[in-house]
């Protein structure tokens, strides 16, 4: 039995057309912007998580690979919820094969929804187990894929939670300049997210850092904290000399 075939058929049959229509201009997939040529049949997240747990255990991962190189957006987030299904019991070896294919096909996880909801589970997780082989994520942060940078940055989240900052910390030394607004606003949420755990931990960093920091970036850091130390923060990035 095919059940690729039959799975494809599911995600068909669920097709909104107009839910795709908006997807694909919050996404961004005219000439020229970051989403480019990506395609969508307008599905939602939930219908896409029940299909995941019930075709768990028969899509093999060559399947998977069809799925990650497939041209439609929600085939490839198919792929992605199919490998964080197969995660939940994977020994050691499992969960290796399962990294090495999220980086064989790192540059098929090709929007910002693909990147955040997948890289902190299957990056950021194994990372934390086998952290001897991070350099992955300072190799992405170099990239000239805007994914992989977000990759390697958003994988972070996940150190964050074990409250464990300094790799979150350098990365974002290294992006500091990055042209791309999408890598801005994932470290400022980033930065709010140590914030969360450690306040004092987060603005150390801002304090060293804050006058180089693109606006977006700035703002969204300091979201949560109280409006005069807010504008404080504001107030120093304003001295910034371009």
């Given at each position: 039995m095919n059940y690729l075939k039959r799975l494809e058929v599911d995600l068909k049959s669920a097709t909104d057309p107009v839910r795709a229509q908006c997807y694909q201009r919050f996404f961004q997939t005219g000439k020229g912007q970051y989403g480019e040529g990506d395609i969508f049949l307008g599905l939602k997240v939930p219908y896409q998580r029940q299909l995941a747990k019930k075709y768990k255990d028969v899509i093999d991962f060559d399947d998977i690979e069809k799925l990650l190189m497939h041209k439609i957006h929600e085939f490839r987030f198919m792929g992605l919820l199919l490998m964080m299904e197969k995660l939940h019991k994977a020994d050691a070896k499992l969960k290796k094969k399962i990294f090495k294919m999220y980086l064989k096909y790192s540059k098929q996880v090709n929007n910002w929804d693909l990147v955040d909801f997948s890289a902190p589970k299957i990056v950021g997780n194994y990372l934390l187990e086998y952290p001897n082989e991070k350099d992955i994520l300072y190799t992405?942060?170099?990239?000239?894929?805007?994914?992989?940078?977000?990759?390697?940055?958003?994988?972070?989240?996940?150190?964050?939670?074990?409250?464990?900052?300094?790799?979150?910390?350098?990365?974002?030394?290294?992006?500091?300049?990055?042209?791309?607004?999408?890598?801005?606003?994932?470290?400022?949420?980033?930065?709010?997210?140590?914030?969360?755990?450690?306040?004092?931990?987060?603005?150390?960093?801002?304090?060293?850092?804050?006058?180089?920091?693109?606006?977006?970036?700035?703002?969204?850091?300091?979201?949560?904290?109280?409006?005069?130390?807010?504008?404080?923060?504001?107030?120093?990035?304003?001295?910034?000399?371009?």
């Open positions: 992405y942060a170099k990239s000239d894929n805007l994914w992989q940078r977000r990759i390697a940055i958003i994988s972070t989240f996940a150190f964050i939670k074990k409250k464990q900052f300094e790799d979150t910390f350098k990365i974002t030394e290294m992006l500091l300049n990055d042209p791309h607004d999408l890598i801005h606003k994932a470290i400022g949420w980033l930065l709010r997210e140590v914030g969360k755990r450690d306040q004092a931990a987060e603005e150390t960093f801002l304090q060293k850092h804050c006058h180089k920091m693109p606006r977006a970036m700035l703002r969204s850091a300091i979201e949560r904290f109280e409006e005069s130390k807010r504008m404080w923060y504001l107030r120093e990035l304003s001295k910034r000399k371009y």
